[in-house]
Protein backbone atom coordinates (compact mmCIF):
# COMPACT_ATOMS: atom_id res chain seq x y z
CA UNK A 1 0.00 0.00 0.00
CA UNK A 2 1.25 3.33 -0.49
CA UNK A 3 1.38 6.24 2.46
CA UNK A 4 -0.22 9.59 2.07
CA UNK A 5 1.32 12.39 4.09
CA UNK A 6 -1.10 15.24 3.77
CA UNK A 7 -0.09 18.96 5.03
CA UNK A 8 -1.33 22.61 4.63
CA UNK A 9 -3.91 22.57 6.94
CA UNK A 10 -3.99 25.78 9.32
CA UNK A 11 -6.42 28.18 10.48
CA UNK A 12 -7.56 30.94 7.75
CA UNK A 13 -10.20 33.47 8.14
CA UNK A 14 -13.15 33.04 5.74
CA UNK A 15 -12.25 34.53 2.19
CA UNK A 16 -9.43 33.36 2.96
CA UNK A 17 -6.67 30.97 1.21
CA UNK A 18 -4.95 27.58 1.74
CA UNK A 19 -3.28 25.22 -0.32
CA UNK A 20 -3.10 21.65 1.26
CA UNK A 21 -0.60 18.70 -0.30
CA UNK A 22 -0.56 14.81 -0.27
CA UNK A 23 2.80 13.28 -0.40
CA UNK A 24 2.68 9.69 -1.45
CA UNK A 25 5.34 6.95 -0.81
CA UNK A 26 4.43 5.38 -4.31
CA UNK A 27 2.50 6.54 -7.17
CA UNK A 28 -1.02 7.21 -6.82
CA UNK A 29 -1.95 8.16 -9.97
CA UNK A 30 -1.62 4.12 -11.30
CA UNK A 31 -5.60 4.15 -9.76
CA UNK A 32 -8.52 5.68 -12.08
CA UNK A 33 -8.58 8.47 -9.51
CA UNK A 34 -7.45 10.83 -6.52
CA UNK A 35 -9.25 12.27 -4.41
CA UNK A 36 -9.20 14.76 -1.13
CA UNK A 37 -11.44 14.16 1.18
CA UNK A 38 -13.17 15.94 4.41
CA UNK A 39 -14.38 14.84 7.70
CA UNK A 40 -15.82 17.17 10.03
CA UNK A 41 -17.01 16.11 13.87
CA UNK A 42 -20.57 14.26 13.24
CA UNK A 43 -20.26 13.58 9.46
CA UNK A 44 -19.04 10.79 7.57
CA UNK A 45 -16.20 11.08 5.67
CA UNK A 46 -17.31 12.73 2.04
CA UNK A 47 -15.32 13.49 -0.81
CA UNK A 48 -14.74 16.95 -1.81
CA UNK A 49 -12.60 16.53 -5.26
CA UNK A 50 -10.83 14.10 -7.70
CA UNK A 51 -8.93 14.01 -10.77
CA UNK A 52 -8.48 11.31 -12.91
CA UNK A 53 -5.50 9.43 -14.61
CA UNK A 54 -6.71 11.26 -17.64
CA UNK A 55 -6.49 14.65 -15.75
CA UNK A 56 -10.16 15.58 -15.73
CA UNK A 57 -11.76 17.14 -12.04
CA UNK A 58 -15.06 17.13 -10.68
CA UNK A 59 -15.87 18.90 -7.20
CA UNK A 60 -18.91 18.70 -4.66
CA UNK A 61 -21.11 21.37 -5.04
CA UNK A 62 -20.30 23.42 -1.82
CA UNK A 63 -17.05 23.56 -3.21
CA UNK A 64 -17.37 23.74 -6.60
CA UNK A 65 -15.85 27.43 -8.27
CA UNK A 66 -13.82 27.39 -5.05
CA UNK A 67 -11.62 24.43 -4.62
CA UNK A 68 -9.00 23.26 -7.19
CA UNK A 69 -7.14 19.69 -7.41
CA UNK A 70 -4.24 19.51 -9.07
CA UNK A 71 -1.19 16.81 -9.02
CA UNK A 72 2.25 16.63 -9.31
CA UNK A 73 3.05 12.81 -10.96
CA UNK A 74 6.88 13.49 -10.69
CA UNK A 75 6.58 14.09 -7.17
CA UNK A 76 3.73 11.51 -6.40
CA UNK A 77 2.02 14.78 -4.91
CA UNK A 78 -1.36 15.94 -5.47
CA UNK A 79 -2.88 19.31 -4.20
CA UNK A 80 -6.02 21.14 -3.29
CA UNK A 81 -5.97 24.56 -3.93
CA UNK A 82 -8.82 26.48 -1.59
CA UNK A 83 -10.03 29.83 -2.15
CA UNK A 84 -12.81 31.93 -1.00
CA UNK A 85 -13.01 29.68 2.21
CA UNK A 86 -16.15 29.24 4.30
CA UNK A 87 -16.78 28.23 8.15
CA UNK A 88 -18.24 25.14 6.84
CA UNK A 89 -14.81 23.84 5.09
CA UNK A 90 -13.37 23.68 7.84
CA UNK A 91 -12.51 19.94 9.02
CA UNK A 92 -9.94 17.65 8.38
CA UNK A 93 -9.00 17.13 5.28
CA UNK A 94 -7.02 13.67 3.49
CA UNK A 95 -6.00 12.35 0.46
CA UNK A 96 -6.49 8.70 -1.23
CA UNK A 97 -7.49 6.88 -4.12
CA UNK A 98 -11.48 5.78 -4.56
CA UNK A 99 -12.16 2.17 -5.32
CA UNK A 100 -15.39 2.94 -7.54
CA UNK A 101 -16.43 6.06 -9.52
CA UNK A 102 -19.13 6.49 -7.67
CA UNK A 103 -18.98 10.21 -5.77
CA UNK A 104 -20.90 8.70 -2.96
CA UNK A 105 -18.79 5.55 -2.56
CA UNK A 106 -16.36 5.67 0.46
CA UNK A 107 -14.21 2.83 0.12
CA UNK A 108 -10.10 3.52 -0.72
CA UNK A 109 -7.36 2.07 -1.81
CA UNK A 110 -5.03 2.65 0.65
CA UNK A 111 -4.86 3.14 4.50
CA UNK A 112 -5.98 6.65 5.84
CA UNK A 113 -3.08 9.27 6.40
CA UNK A 114 -3.19 11.29 9.45
CA UNK A 115 -5.00 14.32 7.67
CA UNK A 116 -4.17 17.77 7.94
CA UNK A 117 -6.75 20.09 9.95
CA UNK A 118 -8.20 22.71 8.28
CA UNK A 119 -10.26 25.74 10.51
CA UNK A 120 -12.14 28.42 8.82
CA UNK A 121 -13.14 31.10 11.01
CA UNK A 122 -15.82 33.40 10.31
Known amino acids: QVQLVESGGGLVQAGGSLRLSCAAS????????VGWYRQTPGKQRELVAR???????AYADAVKGRFTISRDNAKNTVYLQMNNMKAEDTGVYYC????????????????WGQGTQVTVSS
Open 96 to 111: NNPVSPLWTSIGVRNA
Open 26 to 33: GSIFTSNY
Open 51 to 57: ISRGGST
